[in-house]
């Protein structure tokens, strides 16, 4: 907008009234992928754009991940990553490794730039009043978690003190053991029990494309339905069944909408938000 005059930029605000008044006094679950965090300008830009949706009255709740930086650290501690099925195998060694990235590097930094913008954020790993309870999901990955409640009051009595929540995917048990949990399974959990007016999808894919290849063949808009015959078709494929199937459940558990967009294109958060066009593609049941 550096280019824009100024009752130009007004004629923007105005335009963006109405779904302004729409997300303002609800709650939005952003799933931060660590795919996402292409470099710190971008960081920055999604910061903002939490901040602000925050200073219009939404109630952003900001889930992380930080595959890239998990295995950087593996790598600079001599470790080998290796993935079963897509899920990165954690032993002991590796979880202990998890939660330094994710609970102190990546979230505490999170937490800096959404202050450095002016927002009050408090960082919280899954462990944290127990929010995140886990359970081994299958020996062969070690401690990767499957998630057996989510326990929100926490994040409830933050959203009511005007804070923006940003959360580390790390569970545990009863027993007080830490697992690794797959931030999109956390985020659409997360979304679910906060009966979240949209659960957003930021990673560096544009959305459901027919074409992978082709970025011209985005579908903007699918029901539940109508994402199951993707499935079928071998349009939905891949990498991309595990998250396309996080948002299906969340919004059959109640969420209003799921939308998957590419969070290295600035301010896609606000253009999907705050727009009549959006940024991604969204799935409704209806």
Not at 79 to 98: N, W, Y
Not at 164 to 174: L, Y
């Amino acid at each position: 907008m550096m280019d824009l005059s100024n009752s130009e930029r007004a004629e923007v605000l105005v335009q963006a009234l109405p779904n302004i008044q729409h997300y303002s006094g609800h709650t939005v679950v952003i799933k931060y992928g660590g795919n996402a965090m292409k470099s710190k300008e971008l960081e920055k830009q999604v910061t903002q754009d939490v901040v602000l949706l925050a200073a219009v009255g939404v109630h952003a709740v900001l889930v992380h991940g930080g595959g890239p930086a998990i295995s950087q650290m593996m790598k600079l501690t001599g470790k080998a990553s290796t993935f079963i099925d897509g899920l990165r195998v954690t032993d002991k060694e590796t979880v202990d490794l998890v939660q330094m990235v994710l609970a102190g590097k990546i979230n505490k930094s999170l937490v800096n730039l959404l202050q450095a913008c002016g927002g009050r954020a408090i960082g919280l790993a899954g462990m944290d009043d127990g929010m995140i309870e886990a359970e081994i999901k299958d020996p062969k990955y070690g401690y990767v978690g499957k998630i057996t409640a989510i326990h929100p009051a926490i994040l409830n009595d933050l959203i009511g003190a005007g804070y923006i929540p940003v959360i580390a995917t790390v569970g545990c048990d009863q027993q007080g053991n830490a697992y690794n949990i797959n931030a999109d399974t956390a985020a659409g959990e997360i979304a679910s029990v906060l009966h979240a007016e949209r659960l957003i999808m930021m990673s560096d894919i544009s959305g459901i494309m027919r074409d992978i290849h082709d970025p011209s063949t985005l579908i903007p808009h699918l029901t539940i339905n109508e994402t199951r015959q993707l499935y079928e078709d071998g349009i939905v494929a891949g990498g991309m069944i595990p998250k396309v199937e996080c948002c299906v459940n969340a919004v059959e558990k109640g969420v209003k909408a799921s939308v998957i967009l590419d969070g290295t294109r600035p301010h896609a958060l606000l253009m999907e938000l705050l727009t009549d066009e959006g940024a991604g593609t969204m799935i409704e049941k209806e």
